[in-house]
T-cell receptor, first 108, second 116 residues
Framework: LAKTTQPISMDSYEGQEVNITCSHN???????ITWYQQFPSQGPRFIIQ???TKVTNEVASLFIPADRKSSTLSLPRVSLSDTAVYYC?????????FGPGTRLSVLP | KAGVTQTPRYLIKTRGQQVTLSCSPI?????VSWYQQTPGQGLQFLFE???????NKGNFPGRFSGRQFSNSRSEMNVSTLELGDSALYLC???????????????FGEGSRLTVL
């Protein structure tokens, strides 16, 4: 059974680096891992996507080990506005499976 | 560039009724996918349409159906509503279907359905 798991919640302080890990044991060889951010009353918003090794964009980095059974979203120097729920998304066959979401609270 | 538009934003129905939700994708996007979001089950994939054809389907009963029109607009329908269908229904668009796409989905703000 395809399953994607994440920590339910995390706390951090402004200016710190935050790492959120997603486990996806049954990922297929050609599937990408994608991360989304969601604020209350809004749809999820794309953060970053990767297939293997490391990907970096202007807002985050994504680390994927060689076995691809997990991935880690890294948010550098978080601010209060990064308080949100973060989801990883993996496609298993024809079914797109979101993780349960990690509620990140950034404290001043 | 206009984003993904979902209508209606809020609606209330009673058990046994049916509901139709609409989604207008970003101009030029040909794929529309639908998701159900609830506090208990999180974000769950319903189905994806591309060029008027259903490409992928999640694990939902046949009461949940959808279609896509030639202008890429999509509708989803839920028949014989149950209390457990109360949820935020999100649609997302992308230029091509998921397997060909980079995977970036552009989400609307959702339609919140309450079933009484």
């Amino acid at each position: 059974l395809a399953k994607t798991t994440q920590p339910i919640s995390m706390d951090s302080y402004e200016g710190q680096e935050v790492n959120i890990t997603c486990s996806h044991n049954n990922i297929a060889t050609n599937d990408y891992i994608t991360w989304y951010q969601q604020f209350p009353s809004q749809g999820p918003r794309f953060i970053i996507q990767g297939y293997k090794t490391k990907v970096t964009n202007e807002v985050a980095s994504l680390f994927i080990p060689a076995d691809r059974k997990s991935s880690t979203l890294s948010l550098p120097r978080v601010s209060l506005s990064d308080t949100a729920v973060y989801y990883c998304l993996v496609a298993y066959g024809q079914n797109f499976v979101f993780g349960p979401g990690t509620r990140l609270s950034v404290l001043p | 560039k206009a984003g993904v538009t979902q209508t209606p934003r809020y609606l209330i129905k009673t058990r046994g009724q049916q509901v139709t939700l609409s989604c207008s994708p970003i101009s030029g996007h040909r794929s529309v996918s639908w998701y159900q979001q609830t506090p208990g089950q999180g974000l769950q994939f319903l189905f994806e349409y591309f060029s008027e054809t259903q490409r992928n389907k999640g694990n939902f009963p046949g009461r949940f159906s959808g279609r896509q029109f030639s202008n890429s607009r999509s509708e989803m329908n839920v028949s014989t509503l149950e209390l457990g269908d109360s949820a935020l229904y999100l649609c997302a668009s992308s230029p091509t279907y998921y397997r060909e796409n980079t995977g970036e989905l552009f989400f609307g703000e959702g339609s919140r359905l309450t079933v009484l």
